[in-house]
RNA sequence: GCGGGUGUAGCUCAAUGGUAGAGCAUCGGCUUCCCAAGCCGACUACGAGGGUUCGAUUCCCUUCACCCGCUCCA
């Protein structure tokens, strides 16, 4: 399937339109239009019942070590500042960066180091982000100097390892990887949080974020949730909620969006326990995308090699789905679950973490204080069988609403072949979406506009619309109907014709199959909600 | 962020330094008893800004957006 068609079929029916078209278009941003909106709530709807509204809290499912509860919280897109530094983001996402002309590779301008090196009459910066930094700046000098290792002593060095933060004239500086000097460009700030200023002055005091994750908003308010709702561990916070992030590269119509919806859970267990939940929430969260529709043959389960991993976290895994703009074997990420242990309640408790200690120690700054201070507050949970208190670890189902409902788009576009009204075999565009997915359930039409067929296709249609996204069509050939409701993925088209005003049946029509068959009006509502619930 | 390409109607495309065309879609009729191309009619476009020119959709510059490759993707 070419990305171009289902782009343009989305733009023409309706589904998705460039953010601020009119004005030329913005980069990274979307709008859903009346058949996407459906869709898109559609998926959050289906998500939300299935992780929140009808979880039964009495009964393990299938898989699940225990009976566990969900509940749901609907947090501020704009948070405390403090949150984004406990929670890592602010120091992650806020650097100046420097880039390689030559190389074209970006590096963190802090994490640059280099020594002043002269030989030959030259005096350049050589540098380097490798491990052993001494070894192989002194490997570097000599080869841009050309000189052999036995002639090291022609080289002289002017200082000890610095920051290239330190250098001021940067043409005279050996970019890592580079064979050239003066590669390098200015430092730029790269900040992948996006920033605001509540309140009328735009004050740097006043500076806050527009949240990268949902996540954090659960955290803070984990507190919030044991002290209201009477829930006990294990249990399960769930929160719908637009995420905002800088990406450097948007592409790839919605799936790289600066501004995107997210429907995470936060699952907070015992922590021996956690590793089989993890387990419990990485094989159904994969469960959810192929019951949707989603075919298992483009999308995988992967875990994350263990040098990928924190390693405070036992396991993280990605449900990834092969989309059409990919190159082939390659797949894009849907959702993420992750083990986090008790890294975000602690840092929001005793300051941020030290992500690369082990154990984890709050990070310090130079002071030697906490580098950010934790909220001070005690998030433990108290055991209330054993009395024992303990700070639950958390596992994170996180998913992308706009890139499950990019696959759901791009997994429903087909095209195949339809015979016209002489027999001869058309190309069909259909979006063979699952029912509970549609945007529309069931369109209702007269076959032809007269004999007193448009007002029973009418009484059906009004008494669908009390039920479910119905639509009603009278004009033009209904075999044009049919096609126009293909392209918008309605599973069913009920159609009144001539026997429907002497026997009270009608005819059902099925998208994917195009199989017709009868059925009573006072039983095709009822029949159709069945299907598409 | 770098390099290359593209930007004309809702969609897919055409032509042109001087009035911009088509097919499909849409809308209004007619026709039509089951899968888009039967008939008549109507609507709609040169991404934005600036420059050159008597005159720019066309040439030049800038900008925005999209596509491809590289980079990035916590």
Redesign the pocket.
């Known amino acids: 399937m070419e990305?171009?068609k289902l782009?343009?079929l989305c733009?023409?029916r309706g589904f998705l339109f460039?953010s601020s078209e009119i004005?030329?278009?913005?980069?990274?941003f979307w709008d859903y239009g009346p058949l996407g909106v459906e869709l898109k709530r559609n998926v959050k709807e289906a998500w939300w019942r299935d992780m929140v509204t009808t979880h039964d809290e009495l009964t393990a499912p299938i898989g699940a070590p225990s009976p566990f509860e969900m509940v749901g919280l609907d947090t501020a897109i704009i948070m405390h500042p403090q949150i984004w530094k406990c929670s890592?983001?602010y120091d992650?996402?806020s650097d100046m960066m420097v880039?390689c002309?030559e190389t074209?590779?970006?590096y963190r301008y802090d994490q640059i180091l280099g020594r002043w090196a002269e030989a030959k009459g030259r005096r350049v910066f050589v540098t380097t982000v490798a491990e052993d930094e001494l070894a192989e700046i002194t490997r570097r000098a000599l080869k841009l100097f050309h000189l052999r290792s036995k002639n090291a002593d022609q080289l002289q060095w002017q200082s000890d390892l610095t920051s290239l933060e330190k250098v001021d004239d940067l043409s005279q500086v050996l970019a890592p990887a580079a064979k050239e000097i003066g590669t390098l460009?200015e430092p730029r700030e790269f900040n992948?949080?996006l920033e605001t200023y509540p309140g009328p002055v735009k004050d740097e005091k006043n500076r806050a974020f527009l949240r990268?994750?949902t996540a954090q908003g659960i955290f803070v308010n984990y507190k919030n949730v044991l002290d209201s709702t009477r829930v006990k561990i294990p249990f399960g916070i769930a929160q719908i909620g637009k995420s905002f992030?800088n990406?450097?590269?948007?592409?790839?119509?919605t799936f790289?969006s600066r501004e995107f919806e997210q429907m995470e859970v936060e699952f907070f267990c015992h922590p021996d326990t956690s590793r089989q939940w993890y387990e419990y929430w990485r094989d159904r969260r994969m469960k959810w995308y192929t019951d949707l529709g989603l075919s298992s043959a483009r999308l995988q389960l992967r875990d994350h090699d263990p040098d990928e991993l924190s390693h405070y976290s036992t396991g993280t895994a990605d449900v990834e789905y092969a989309f059409p703009?990919l190159?082939e074997g390659e797949f894009g990420?849907l959702e993420g679950i992750a083990h986090r242990g008790d890294f975000d309640l602690r840092s929001h408790m005793e300051g941020k973490l030290d992500p690369n200690s082990s154990p984890l120690t709050v990070e310090l700054g130079d002071d030697g204080k906490p580098k950010y201070r934790g909220s001070g507050k005690d998030l433990t949970y108290r055991d209330e069988q054993t009395g024992r208190r303990f700070l639950p670890h958390a596992i994170e189902p996180s998913s992308g609403a706009d890139r499950a409902t990019l696959a759901f788009l791009c997994e429903a576009y087909r095209e195949d072949s339809?015979?016209?009204?002489?027999?001869?075999m058309?190309?069909?565009?259909v979006m063979r979406l699952h029912p509970r997915l549609a945007p529309i359930k069931a369109a209702v039409f007269p076959?032809?506009?007269?004999?007193g067929?448009p007002e029973v296709a009418r009484d059906i249609y009004r008494a669908m619309k009390g039920r479910f996204a119905a639509f009603y069509d009278e004009?033009?050939?209904?075999?044009?109907r049919?096609?126009?409701q293909?392209?918008a993925g309605t599973p069913f088209?009920v159609?009144?014709?001539?026997?429907?005003?002497t026997d009270q049946t009608?005819?059902v029509?099925?998208r994917d199959s195009?199989?017709?068959w009868r059925v009573k009006i006072d039983d095709v509502v009822e029949e159709i909600e069945k299907k598409v619930s």
């Open positions: 990305m171009e782009v343009s733009k023409r460039q004005y030329g278009g913005l980069n990274g890592g983001h992650l996402f880039d002309r074209k590779h970006r460009t992948l949080m990268p994750e992030r990406e450097i590269t948007p592409r790839n119509f790289r703009f190159p990420e339809a015979p016209d009204e002489k027999g001869k058309q190309t069909r565009t076959l032809v506009k007269k004999d067929m004009k033009g050939a209904v075999g044009r049919y096609r126009r293909d392209e088209c159609t009144v014709d001539g026997q429907t005003l009608v005819t029509r099925d195009l199989e017709q």
